[in-house]
């Protein structure tokens, strides 16, 4: 078998030589997808008005920069998470970079794939900028190689989140977080 039909889907075929592509898309996906339960569990966990006080703020449900910013106050600044600031440092950095793939990937619409050394995907990304009402088009190819350095990274990410996750969310651990005024 050469190709995948998938006109159900929206493609016509998947060519033979771009299934690791295709492939390395989707593991990046489900492993994108963990990545934000891990960090919105985390954050639902920690953050509640009883551990914090008068400086409580919601947990955002969207925008993951502002989660992020929500991340590092609790798990790098927060003194009570004292002893995992040097795992939460690493993380904040890579969540941050992680955001940069992500919309590269999965806010890019697929366009073709490309056979070559290497093989490749043509992507297009659309941004609207309400302030200017302008919309930038951006245009550009991933490599086979670089969508499985992705996908990798963000598998990477998932399992120091999960480790993370086994320190913090325990309630003996929890426990410690009460807001004393």
Known sequence: MTEIKLQSLGYETVP????????FYGLAAIN????????DALLHTVNLPEFDGEK??????????MKCDLFEKWFVK?????EFHSIAARLHRSLKAASQD?????????QEF????????KILN??????????TVLKGNLSQAQVEQMAIKLAKLTNG?????????????RATLQHKP
């Open 16 to 23: 033979y030589y771009a299934r690791k592509i295709v492939f």
């Open 32 to 39: 994108w997808a963990k990545l934000e339960q891990q960090l």
């Open 56 to 65: 409580y703020r919601e947990t955002p449900n969207t925008s993951f920069r």
């Open 78 to 82: 927060d003194s009570r998470f004292s």
């Open 102 to 110: 992500r919309q590269l990937l999965f806010h890019s619409a697929v």
């Open 114 to 121: 490309i056979r070559g050394d290497p093989n490749s995907v």
């Open 126 to 135: 659309m941004q609207h900028c309400n302030k200017r009402k302008k919309i």
């Open 161 to 173: 989140m999960a480790k993370l996750c086994r320190g913090v969310m325990t309630p003996e651990f």
